[in-house]
């Protein structure tokens, strides 16, 4: 028995110790820029990192003093745990599918389109009063401004490898035809003929394309890369806790049994 009891305490240690990587995927995302600005997936990454590890506290304490409860209560409770986590992967990988890159001719960077992504994801930046604040606190930022100091060139700034956010919210649409004098002030076209985006931009660096669709599908594809990589760090995670459960599970039984065959050896001596 204090061999299954010892098996169980370290089964809930380790069962602590893999909150960290969820805990610090959640912290990650919260310092991305884009993230920061959207606030969306962090706060839940980090509560089910929390929530892990006090779960695993609790069935750590209920093996090292004994308490069948706690490690009972341990056990229902991180099922429901690896359920939701497992939701949560399912659901990030889902909505995080479509979106992709399209080339421009004579350019590194890679421009989006707002349609390519998820129905989930476009509707959280679609409406005025959530863009009006996310644009805010994109323009904020040193995302764009930080492009004068690296590109001088024309040259350089079209072989340039920028992120979807810079592409979609620093520059107007390659298609639209703008002149470029640096990164973030272009000089409109001759013809009247623009619309949709090109009518958006504005070298007023506050205002620049965060106005534009080209922003959102930007943000939305950078979006997408980070919370596929904190989807990857989950996911390793999940698989880490279900077998952790598995052997929490074969521990938990196999001390109930002990305890049962000890109580019965007791009784027969006894008798």
Do not use: H
Request: hydrophobic letters at 45%; a positive charge.
């Amino acid at each position: 028995m204090a061999l299954s009891n010892s098996l169980i305490a370290g089964v809930n240690f380790a069962a602590m110790l893999l909150s960290i990587p969820i805990i610090a995927a959640g912290i990650w995302l919260a310092t991305q820029t884009d993230n920061s600005c959207v606030k969306l997936l962090q706060w839940p990454v980090i509560v089910v990192g929390i929530i892990v590890l006090l779960i695993g506290l609790i069935g750590f304490v209920g093996a090292v003093w004994r308490l069948p409860s706690l490690l009972l209560f341990y056990l229902v409770a991180m099922l429901l745990v690896i359920l939701i986590l497992a939701a949560l992967v399912i659901f990030i990988f889902v909505v995080t599918g479509g979106g992709s890159d399209r080339a421009v001719p004579n350019r590194i960077y890679k421009e989006y389109r707002l349609e390519d992504y998820s129905g989930w994801l476009r509707r959280r930046v679609e409406s005025s009063e959530k863009w009006n604040r996310i644009r805010t606190c994109l323009s904020s930022t040193s995302t764009c401004s930080e492009l004068n100091q690296t590109y001088r060139l024309a040259q350089d700034f079209f072989y340039a490898s920028l992120t979807p956010l810079q592409s979609g919210c620093c520059k107007p649409p390659t298609d639209c035809g703008y002149t470029f004098v640096n990164p973030t002030y272009w000089i409109s076209p001759i013809s009247q003929m623009i619309e949709g985006d090109c009518m958006q931009w504005s070298n007023d660096q506050r205002q620049l394309c965060y106005a534009c669709d080209s922003c959102k599908a930007g943000l939305l594809a950078n979006l997408s890369r980070e919370w596929r990589r904190a989807d990857l760090i989950l996911l390793l995670a999940l698989v880490a806790l279900i077998f952790i459960y598995v052997a929490g599970c074969y521990a938990f039984r196999a001390s109930k049994t002990d305890k049962l065959f000890s109580q019965y050896k007791q009784g027969y001596y006894n008798s």
